[in-house]
């Protein structure tokens, strides 16, 4: 056979990673309509019609699913009577496909990988580098794996070294309440099993990848016990009622994967990692021929849905003070209009270092909402890229000085809130509402304006001011401290089942 043209193995990788950031996997969307079709609770209907619609519309534009368009994973699988013509290092080919498709002109993507984790925490500016593993088969041609794994689902990964007889089914139902819905959920989980610690951690990542099977799974029967462990779990795990976005109803995830491998007498590790709303992965061979060709799929493929807001309230957020908060109770959904602030990690750890030292705020809060996102740079006439909602939870500490000394009275992101961050929202009067994670690039469509207010060397970590149409999103813990994603997952878990759970 031909070897394998550097050229050709960067260019395929860097069209892959295009690709999965508009396109979701087909069995993906398949899974996720019928979980929407069997659905009951409307929270939750409507969170994974949001995705749903979300998902069509970045496969028509081309622009990516998620804000958070992931740090960038490459397996391979190298045949050992594979030729290369190449000069670089895998590792530096990757990176270089990675960084194409990262700094695309007519998609660019968001660079999130930061440098000196534990110091500086500098953007490296194109996405690299990537983080490959390479395994050694038999053959003559190069299977690539290329996936885009979001910060959110990432920092919910779980690992333990059980004891050989705990239980562990036991033990995941012990970690996945206390995951919340900071992974956006419905997605799946994958379990890897046995070997070492870093071994099972690897089986499930490269699990992960495989198709979404659970239906056909249930509909022939399980052959074998990690099959009847994929079941119990799937049931199980769906029975707890966390439902999308943590809303509360009957699908959290759409299939579960288990990969095991044999251990040691004494051990049983076991990883956990989940998949989340903005699943991404693509599948390519090169064997010498060419470049990789990753065909479209039809758009057939996507159910035609209509977004329904004859519940929602629309609000004008210029005009709210903080004694108007009191009309909007958890589970509320509204459409925001008028202008809004942004700020997430970086931005709050630098306004309360200002507020610490006494120093004046580049930006004034009162009576303002802050809105927890990273945006991807716009393209043509985008006012911003795809920009859905980071993870609230990550703000927690920030949100005491916020509401004490500056004025704030509401803020937007994902998933739920600590215990001392409700606290405070309900000490303030203040509010907090969730928008859908993993539904960037329909959220963007309702930011009519952007501009930078402050910190702009911060990038996408900057604060800026969007002017926002109809905005949609949920009241997730009101003035009073009322908690949607207490009080929806409870509901649902009591008319699902009834199974003993650990609260987060
Ligand atoms: S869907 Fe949620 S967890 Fe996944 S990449 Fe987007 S924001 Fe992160």
């Not at 659970?214 to 799937?234: C, F, H, N, S, V």
């Not at 009957?250 to 709303?277: G, M, Q």
Request: glycine share 8%; hydrophobic share 45%.
């Amino acid at each position: 056979m031909a070897a394998i043209k550097q050229e050709d193995f960067i260019q395929s990788v860097a069209d892959a990673f295009q690709f999965i950031s508009y396109y979701h996997p087909v069995d993906y969307i398949r899974n996720l309509h019928d979980a929407y079709l069997r659905e009951q609770s409307p929270a939750a209907k409507d969170a994974m019609a949001q995705i749903l619609i979300n998902s069509r519309m970045a496969a028509e534009g081309h622009r990516p699913i998620c804000q958070d368009t992931g740090i960038a994973i490459a397996f391979l699988r190298v045949g050992m009577n594979v030729q290369w013509d190449v000069h670089m290092t895998i590792q530096e080919m990757v990176d270089e496909g990675v960084r194409r498709a990262y700094t695309h002109r007519d998609n660019p993507l968001r660079a999130s990988v930061l440098a000196d984790p534990d110091g500086k925490r500098v953007n490296t500016k194109d996405n690299t580098p990537a983080v490959v593993h390479v395994e050694l088969v038999p053959g003559h041609e190069v299977e690539v794996i290329v996936a885009a794994k979001g910060g959110g689902s990432e920092n919910k990964s779980k690992f333990a070294m059980l004891l050989p007889n705990d239980n562990i089914v036991d033990w995941v139902l012990s970690v996945v309440p206390t995951m919340g819905a900071d992974w956006c959920p419905p997605g799946l989980l994958s379990l890897g099993i046995g070997g070492t610690p870093e071994k099972a951690m690897l089986m499930a990542k490269w699990a992960m990848m495989d198709p979404i099977n659970m239906q056909e799974l249930l509909a022939r029967g399980p052959k074998t016990r990690a099959e009847d462990l994929r079941i119990a779990l799937y049931e199980k795990v769906n029975a707890l009622g966390i439902g999308a976005q943590g809303l509360g109803g009957l699908t959290t995830v759409l299939d579960v994967k288990v990969t095991e491998f044999p251990t040691h007498a004494a051990s049983k590790p076991v990883a956990l990692l989940p998949n989340c709303a903005a699943t991404r992965h693509a599948h390519f061979v090169l064997d010498g021929s060419g470049p990789a060709h990753l065909e479209p799929p039809s758009l057939d493929a996507w159910p035609k849905l209509a977004l329904d807001f004859s519940t929602s309230k629309r609000v004008n957020v210029d005009q709210l003070a903080k004694a108007d908060l009191s009309q909007f109770k958890a589970g509320d959904r509204l459409l925001l209009s008028g202008k809004i602030l942004t700020g997430r990690d970086a931005a709050h750890k630098r306004l309360v270092e200002m507020i610490e030292k006494g120093e004046d705020l580049p930006v004034d809060f009162a009576n303002r909402f802050i809105y927890y996102v990273g945006p991807v740079d716009p393209v043509r006439d985008e006012a911003v890229g795809p920009a859905g909602p980071t993870t609230s939870s990550r703000m927690d500490k920030f949100v005491e000085p916020m509401l004490a000394k500056t004025g704030l009275i509401g803020m937007i992101g994902k998933s739920e809130r600590g215990p001392a961050a409700t606290e405070s929202i309900r000490k303030h009067g203040a509010m907090y509402c969730i928008a859908v994670g993993g539904a960037a690039y329909l959220v963007s469509k309702a930011i009519r304006s952007s501009k930078v207010l402050a910190f702009p060397e911060l990038g996408m970590e900057a604060i800026y001011e969007f002017e926002v149409k109809d905005m949609p999103v949920t009241v997730a813990v009101d003035s009073q401290g009322g908690a949607v994603h207490k009080s929806g997952p409870a509901e649902w878990r009591a008319k699902i089942g009834k199974i003993p759970v650990v609260t987060a």
